[in-house]
């Protein structure tokens, strides 16, 4: 009889492929629109990108949004039937509307010219239709928003004949042949997107006749990280793009954080696009509504790489019993910050000289690397002066429930957030940005408190402690004996009156000083960063 395989064998962090494992995952991290990157299909979400149907792609920072969709593009590429357009709105974001609308539709305009063999981009290009509206886009991308244009009147054989006189007296339409000036003037006010919209049905046609030439059958148009442009201007482009591909071989794929995004409004027409009516919705976010499903999915993430280096089932052996649990606590359930917290985790094992497994003290210290402080910096660069209140929410959030009430967890009054919807909006936020995270979306309350809830946890990262030194740990994972998320009922109910106050404070204190200054008045350790 053979002996053991290596795989049967008492498992040991110093084992040479776990090396080989955390370089496959700190590769993963390295997201580039020009390199394919390492892509775990757990869930069939590929399939879901390649179909002909326009998708929003919703996941919290680090959901594995801009894998997906770059793998998918990386694909296309080398299709003979598919094509696929790539945008980064992050070069784009800084530009006004409608600016931004034409820096879109000159990279798809432009993308598409691409897809001609090489002979044909190189004969004809003054000629084509495509081309002469990327010639024009561009000049209209360098002139103002509004221009002042002035028409004079003159007369021509008898007719009269309007002469454009633009901005500063300068002629834009010559009148043809012999003109007396009978001295008439006009002056009106022309506007970019006005422009646009006169000339969406002549970029539609002949998008669709270039494509057509191409051969290829449907192309996808992907606009990443589309939170980053300013919700007030996102129905604007959505509507524009979505009527400018509605009933092409080209659909659209957005990639983006949910409370950061507007589909549409409302202002007697409705403006943008609808999820399930225009646009499909595509969610990435795996939470702690289920935490048991939440712990499978990133085990199987975890195996699925480890496989490729020959670690077969490494979930079920790299880890003491609550090992993979904790683990999943303190990533949040966001794939990233799971791989990047076993990462150290396994760094953290090894220098300690402790290769059995990984402990919960391991993953509490490979943790660090995406702590609360990192999730602060993220929220800033991403929204900018938007942060700001969202910040003193979390401060209030923090001190609320680590320092009044002792309690990690808290609930809040469905009947607050009808009245409260900024409030509640930046605790939705705070949530993409895994600060807080849910896990009861709808839930009642014990003590006489009257009504329906939501529940949440402050983000593991400010807690996660081997003694958490007076502080009860909200343990919502485990159940009662009525089947009830334990511990639920019993959180404190934060007002979003209270959230309202918080917004409107003011001061230099940094948030991260505060939450430092509240976990030192209630005794737990401050943050490796904090006290570097």
């Known amino acids: 009889m053979d002996g ?3 795989d049967e064998t008492q498992f040991d962090l110093s084992d040479p492929r776990l ?29 879901r990108i390649q179909a002909p149907q326009h998708v929003v792609v919703f996941g919290r920072r680090g959901s594995g949004k801009s894998c997906l969709l770059i793998h998918h593009h990386q694909l296309a590429r080398k299709s003979r039937t598919q094509a696929s357009i790539y945008i980064q709105a992050d070069e784009i974001k800084s530009l006004q509307y409608p600016d931004l609308l034409i820096r879109l539709l000159l990279d798809i305009l432009v993308s598409t010219s691409e897809f001609f063999p090489w002979h044909r981009r190189l004969f004809g290009r003054s000629r084509r239709p495509i081309d002469v509206h990327v010639r024009r886009l561009r000049k209209l991308l360098d002139t103002a928003d509004i221009q002042t244009v002035r028409t004079k009147s ?90 400018l591909f509605r009933g092409t071989d080209f659909y659209l794929k957005i990639g983006t954080v949910r409370h950061r ?21 595509l969610d990435l976010d795996q939470t702690f509504e289920d935490v048991d499903r939440t712990k499978a999915y990133l085990a199987r993430m975890l195996d699925a790489l480890a496989a490729e280096v020959g670690l077969n089932g490494l979930s079920t052996k790299a880890f003491n019993p609550d090992g993979l649990l904790d683990l999943t606590l303190a990533s949040g359930g966001v794939p990233r910050d799971y791989l990047t917290t076993f990462v150290e985790a396994v ?48 401060s209030d959030l923090v001190s609320f429930c680590l320092k009044e009430k002792r309690k990690t ?93 918080a917004m409107a404070k003011s001061g230099p204190t940094t948030t991260e000083a505060v939450v430092e200054g509240i976990r030192v008045d209630i005794g737990l350790e401050t943050s490796t960063s904090a006290t570097a």
């Not at 080989?20 to 590929?46: C, G, M, S, W």
């Not at 969406?200 to 589309?226: M, P």
């Not at 507007?262 to 027409?269: A, E, I, V, W």
């Open 4 to 6: 053991p395989t290596a």
């Open 19 to 47: 090396d080989k494992l955390t370089a496959l995952i700190r590769d993963t991290f390295r997201v580039r629109q020009n390199h394919d990157p390492i892509y775990v299909d757990i869930e069939n979400h590929l399939s």
């Open 154 to 243: 003159e007369i021509a054989n008898d007719s009269r004949v309007a002469t454009k006189i633009g901005a500063g007296g300068a002629r834009i339409d010559a009148a043809a042949g012999g003109t007396t000036s009978d001295g008439r003037e006009a002056e009106f006010k022309e506007y970019k997107r006005d422009y646009l919209e006169r000339h969406l049905k002549d970029f539609k046609l002949d998008l669709e006749n270039a494509f057509r030439a191409t051969g290829k059958q449907h192309c996808t148009v992907i606009v990443d990280d589309f939170y980053l442009v300013h919700p007030k201007v996102q129905p604007d482009i959505l509507d524009y793009l979505h009527r």
């Open 261 to 281: 995004t507007t589909l549409n409004r409302h202002d007697g027409r409705t403006i943008g696009v609808e999820l399930y009516q225009d646009v499909e919705e």
């Open 347 to 394: 760094d953290f094992a090894r220098g300690q000289h402790r290769t059995r497994w990984l402990t919960k003290t391991a993953i509490y210290k490979g943790a660090d690397r995406v702590s609360y402080r990192t999730k602060l910096t993220s929220l800033r660069s991403d929204i900018g002066d938007d942060a700001k209140p969202v910040e003193r929410v979390f």
């Open 409 to 501: 967890a808290f609930l809040v009054s469905q009947d607050e957030v009808m009245t409260h919807p900024a409030e509640h909006d930046a605790i939705k936020q705070l949530m993409d940005f895994k600060l807080v995270d849910v896990f009861e979306a709808d839930t009642s309350a014990a003590s006489g408190r009257f009504g329906r809830f939501e529940a949440y946890t402050l983000d593991f990262s400010l807690f996660m402690e081997p003694r958490l030194r007076g502080i009860e740990l909200v343990e919502f994972w485990k159940v009662d004996e009525q089947r009830r998320h334990r511990g639920i009922r019993e959180a404190p109910n934060y007002p979003l009156r209270r959230a309202s106050v």
